[in-house]
Nanobody
């Protein structure tokens, strides 16, 4: 089993910043991609950003230049620094990881709410 524990969500005014963290633990042999998805009310879950185990990143167009994803492989942790937040960034943010245990599986955190007020 793998657990993804998220932290850092909350309420912020437009233009402000938040930092999300996600730590993976459990029977982990290797982690491939880690990243964040988000789901706003009435919308489908969408990719925000992901990072490979070699540090290659992929960002959604809506967050490029504002969000930065980093990774600490020694701690099995990813960090999403979110700057210049906009009301349209309001969503539940979910951590995701592709983890090799006895097989390669897709794991999700329980989500953390980010609310950006105008």
């Amino acid at each position: 089993q793998v657990q993804l524990v998220e932290s850092g969500g909350g309420l912020v005014q437009a233009g402000g910043s938040l930092r999300l963290s996600c730590a993976a633990s459990g029977s982990i042999r290797e982690i491939n991609d880690m990243g964040w998805y988000r789901q706003a009310p009435g919308k489908e879950r969408e990719l925000v950003a992901k990072i490979s185990n070699t540090g290659n990143t992929n960002y959604a167009d809506a967050v490029k230049g504002r969000f930065t994803l980093s990774r600490d492989n020694a701690k099995n942790t990813v960090y999403l620094q979110m700057n210049s937040l906009k009301p349209e960034d309001t969503a539940v943010y979910y951590c995701h990881a592709e983890v090799l245990t006895n097989y390669v599986g897709s794991w999700w955190g329980s989500g953390t709410l980010v609310t950006v007020s105008s």
